[in-house]
């Protein structure tokens, strides 16, 4: 329902929106201001919450940002506004990321406003998926989804699928031979009683693939005690990777916004998704990630199919910046 006056609880429905996106490891890197004059929120990168080695040219935190904002968006059509969005608005303030400036509707909602009830059911599964095909109408739908917040999103054949995979699990095995790599990513790794609301609880981390064919990123590195029991994983995966013709920062954030619209659209098609950025990590293998005879510059790995829900992470508490 529309509402006038940005109150309180509007400001509050608008940040629960935003915080729900997905992050690398759930870093959770942004923070909030609101500008009461001009009736803007601020998206900024919170640099305490970063990945020196596994994202060292903040590509992944832009992705993240770049989600909250999608949400921020349906959000913003769901309480009856329109937004007016600019990206890297001001040079002097490279934290600055995005601006949200919150204008009366003046025509139909936007075509995402559908979106908002998957907002809070849309979180990541780690766990094997059943292997029974999406539809092509739903794929196609994911596809434009991407396209639509100028990304896009290439869903391979069994031979590209195949490709993609052995990139992961190379990568994979390159991580678990790096001392500094698998400390860093076990930094993020939380008990499921501890207080943070930042990281990956235990009770959400999912098993390894028994027959070795879907590389799952291993959290816990050389503590085979932390580690669950290992599941039979689907046999035919299900892969999109998703690409922009560009690799700047702006073009990141776009990138991030058709991720987070891509995984509410399959979410609203009842839809279990997973990322795979390993292959991203390496400058060299996200090379070789490209699509051949295509300007193509890999963002992610998005692995998509119906299986169980598996384990939710915490979110921190929405609330806007007063520094």
């Known amino acids: 329902m529309p509402t006038r006056e940005i109150d309180a609880t509007a400001l509050e429905t608008l940040l629960a929106a935003a ?63 329109e937004s007016v969005v600019r990206l890297l608005p001001d040079p002097a303030h490279a934290d600055l990321l995005a601006t949200v400036q919150l204008t009366r509707a003046a025509g139909d909602p936007p075509d995402y406003q559908w979106l908002y009830p998957a907002i809070e059911r849309r979180h990541t599964s780690r766990m094997p998926f059943t292997g029974r095909p999406v539809p092509e109408p739903v794929v196609a739908e994911m596809v434009a989804a991407a396209q639509a917040e100028g990304a896009r999103l290439h869903v391979p054949g069994i031979a590209g699928t195949r490709r993609l995979l052995r990139l992961t699990a190379a990568v994979e095995a390159r991580n678990q ?59 035919h995966a299900q892969l999109a990777l998703l690409w922009t013709a560009h690799d700047r ?52 790995l998005i692995r998509f199919g119906y299986g169980p829900e598996g384990g939710r992470t915490p979110r921190a508490t929405a609330r806007p910046d007063s520094s």
């Open 177 to 235: 031979a790096s001392p500094a790599r698998t400390a860093e990513t076990r930094t993020w790794i939380t008990a499921p009683a501890a207080s943070t609301p930042y990281g990956i609880p235990f009770t959400a981390l999912g098993p390894q693939d028994t027959a070795g064919r879907m590389p799952m990123r291993d959290f816990t590195g050389p503590l085979p005690v932390l580690r669950l029991p290992a599941l039979r994983f689907e046999r």
């Open 19 to 81: 915080v729900a996106a997905p992050s690398i490891h759930n870093t959770q890197p942004w923070r909030f201001g609101m500008d009461p004059a001009t009736r803007s929120i601020e998206v900024r990168a919170d640099r305490r919450r970063a990945l020196p080695l596994a994202d060292p040219e903040q590509r992944a935190r832009h992705l993240s940002v770049g989600a909250a904002l999608f949400n921020l968006r349906v959000a913003v059509a769901h309480l009856g506004w």
């Open 249 to 300: 920062p702006e073009n990141w954030l776009r990138a991030g916004q058709g991720l987070e619209r891509v995984l509410l659209t399959a979410t609203e098609y009842g839809l279990r998704t997973s990322m795979l950025h390993q292959a991203m990590e390496w400058p060299d293998l996200r090379d070789a990630a490209r699509l051949r005879q295509r300007r193509c510059c890999p963002q992610l």
